[in-house]
């Protein structure tokens, strides 16, 4: 394992829907099929030391997808969410999600928040689910949030800086990432992170994400170890 590992790895989980096609077997079996790639990005990430990693679990326009398939996907955060409780304290991670989780069911509402503070005080590994998340959907919360602020006189628009900028959004306090990760070969960031993503170091495989194995997620640790990064500059 190279010397130098990203801090923060997100990951754009994408293919469970054609791993699943290609067996004859149903959507959401693809996606419990995925739910099993997390567990090994989790355990590769308390492994290397990389202390946040933020999944794409479940974006605005997968609302759009049938009924069936949305409640299936819910029921899985719960059970995951369920099962995993106990794990994430004992082993120092700490939960966090992005998105508006008020638009998800109250049940996934509660887990989220049960499991969010009964892990807030680890801090080995910050483990991110962005639900219901939408990259232009938060930089328009977080233009909203400084218009009142303007227009109540907290903020003039001198104050107006990009770190200003970054504070409203979801991920205020978080590191930016480092590496992104997408599965399925698609060469495209589907309304993820997009303030975020400015500079960040970009892997792709042609793996569907049930497919991931912890050696792809070192694979891509090793991508990123050999890249060079000069944020703009020379
Ligand atoms: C993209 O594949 C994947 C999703 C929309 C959902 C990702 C969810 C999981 C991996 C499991 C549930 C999450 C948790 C946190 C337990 P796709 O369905 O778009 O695949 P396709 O492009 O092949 O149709």
Same mark, same amino acid.
């Given at each position: 394992?190279?010397a130098?590992?990203?801090?923060h790895?997100?990951?754009?989980m994408?293919?469970?829907?054609?791993?699943?096609?290609?067996?004859?077997?149903?959507?959401?079996?693809?996606?419990?099929?995925?739910?099993?790639?997390?567990?090994?990005?989790?355990?590769?990430?308390?492994?290397?030391?990389?202390?946040?990693?933020?999944?794409?679990a479940?974006s605005?326009?997968?609302?759009k997808?049938?009924?069936?398939?949305?409640?299936?996907?819910? $029921?899985? $955060?719960?059970?995951?969410?369920?099962?995993?409780?106990?794990?994430?304290?004992?082993?120092g991670?700490?939960?966090?999600?992005?998105?508006?989780?008020?638009?998800?069911?109250?049940?996934?509402?509660?887990?989220?928040?049960e499991?969010?503070?009964a892990?807030?005080? #680890?801090?080995?590994?910050?483990?991110?689910?962005?639900?219901?998340?939408?990259?232009?959907?938060?930089?328009?919360?977080?233009?909203?949030?400084?218009?009142r602020?303007?227009?109540?006189?907290?903020?003039?628009?001198?104050?107006?800086?990009?770190? $200003?900028i970054?504070?409203?959004? #979801?991920?205020?306090?978080?590191p930016?990432?480092?590496?992104?990760?997408?599965?399925?070969?698609e060469?495209?960031?589907s #309304?993820?992170?997009?303030?975020? $993503?400015?500079?960040?170091?970009?892997?792709?495989?042609?793996?569907?994400?049930?497919?991931?194995?912890?050696?792809?997620f070192?694979?891509?640790?090793?991508?990123?170890?050999?890249?060079?990064?000069?944020?703009?500059?020379?």
């Amino acid at each position: 394992m190279s010397a130098v590992v990203p801090k923060h790895v997100a990951i754009i989980m994408d293919g469970n829907g054609r791993w699943a096609q290609e067996r004859g077997l149903p959507r959401i079996a693809g996606h419990e099929a995925g739910s099993k790639s997390i567990e090994r990005c989790v355990q590769a990430c308390l492994d290397t030391g990389v202390q946040y990693l933020t999944l794409y679990a479940f974006s605005s326009e997968n609302w759009k997808r049938p009924a069936l398939e949305v409640n299936a996907l819910m $029921l899985l $955060l719960e059970n995951f969410l369920n099962q995993k409780r106990d794990e994430m304290v004992r082993e120092g991670i700490r939960l966090h999600h992005i998105g508006r989780i008020q638009e998800l069911p109250s049940v996934c509402q509660r887990k989220l928040r049960e499991v969010m503070d009964a892990t807030a005080a #680890n801090t080995k590994l910050h483990f991110v689910l962005a639900l219901s998340y939408s990259g232009r959907a938060e930089i328009v919360d977080a233009v909203k949030s400084l218009v009142r602020d303007t227009a109540a006189g907290t903020v003039s628009e001198a104050d107006i800086t990009p770190e $200003l900028i970054a504070s409203r959004l #979801n991920t205020a306090g978080m590191p930016d990432p480092d590496l992104l990760i997408r599965t399925s070969g698609e060469m495209r960031i589907s #309304n993820f992170l997009l303030w975020q $993503l400015s500079y960040t170091e970009i892997h792709v495989t042609k793996k569907f994400w049930p497919d991931f194995q912890r050696e792809d997620f070192l694979a891509a640790l090793e991508d990123y170890a050999g890249r060079s990064r000069r944020f703009g500059g020379v």
